[in-house]
T-cell receptor, first 110, second 113 residues
Framework: DAKTTQPPSMDCAEGRAANLPCNHS???????VYWYRQIHSQGPQYIIH???NNETNEMASLIITEDRKSSTLILPHATLRDTAVYYC???????????FGKGNQVVVIP | SQTIHQWPATLVQPVGSPLSLECTVE??????LYWYRQAAGRGLQLLFY??????ISSEVPQNLSASRPQDRQFILSSKKLLLSDSGFYLC????????????FGEGSWLTVV
């Protein structure tokens, strides 16, 4: 599976949009981009995934660049409850094993 | 709807003692099942995964083992715990009809003393 690069940490202002970047320059054509988050002392939670097109659901939006070498997860209105470690993962569809890196520790500040 | 439960939530065990963590999934059949571990301040490490009853794949060598006696039951065991086994253990499930979306349990905190 392709590897990803995320900043180790970032702060976001409460009520503002939070833009979380991820680089995946070695992604192959059949690999999806997945985002999960882990709130302290809980299991990771699925957020969203995409292949080529931008995706949106009730939690977030995923913007994938045209060359698919990077993506951005957007939390439209960050709240204090969004403070968590966010993981960006790329993997082939149906691959049994997702590799979670160290993620991006996002802190939402009042 | 599907749910996943694992227990116990926390345990403190002495070095050399046995371990058994249990996980069950409800509301789906023939899921893929996983055991992950997260040591303090570190990322998630995949320990075992299973695609069916009695089918276990190990990702890393260690003194832990896993078993799947029933379709929706996954057990993590050790005969003799080491201090390095301390960590946060997570059971998870996925289904091919849902691609790679993995759903995690609440986690079990293990402290080996």
């Amino acid at each position: 599976d392709a590897k990803t690069t995320q900043p180790p940490s970032m702060d976001c202002a409460e009520g503002r949009a939070a833009n979380l970047p991820c680089n995946h320059s070695t992604i192959s054509g059949n690999e999806y981009v997945y985002w999960y988050r882990q709130i302290h002392s809980q299991g990771p939670q699925y957020i969203i995934h995409g292949l080529k097109n931008n995706e949106t659901n009730e939690m977030a939006s995923l913007i994938i660049t045209e060359d698919r070498k990077s993506s951005t997860l957007i939390l439209p209105h960050a709240t204090l409850r969004d403070t968590a470690v966010y993981y960006c993962i790329v993997s082939g569809y149906g691959n049994n094993r997702l590799a979670f890196g160290k993620g991006n520790q996002v802190v939402v500040i009042p | 709807s599907q749910t996943i439960h694992q227990w116990p939530a926390t345990l403190v065990q002495p070095v050399g003692s046995p371990l058994s963590l249990e996980c069950t999934v409800e509301g789906t059949s023939n899921p893929n099942l996983y055991w992950y571990r997260q040591a303090a301040g570190r990322g998630l490490q995949l320990l075992f995964y299973s695609v069916g009853i009695g089918q276990i794949s190990s990702e890393v060598p260690q003194n832990l083992s896993a078993s799947r006696p029933q379709d929706r039951q996954f057990i993590l065991s050790s005969k003799k715990l080491l201090l390095s086994d301390s960590g946060f253990y997570l059971c998870a499930w996925a289904h091919l009809t849902r691609g790679n979306t993995i759903y995690f349990g609440e986690g079990s905190w293990l402290t080996v003393v």
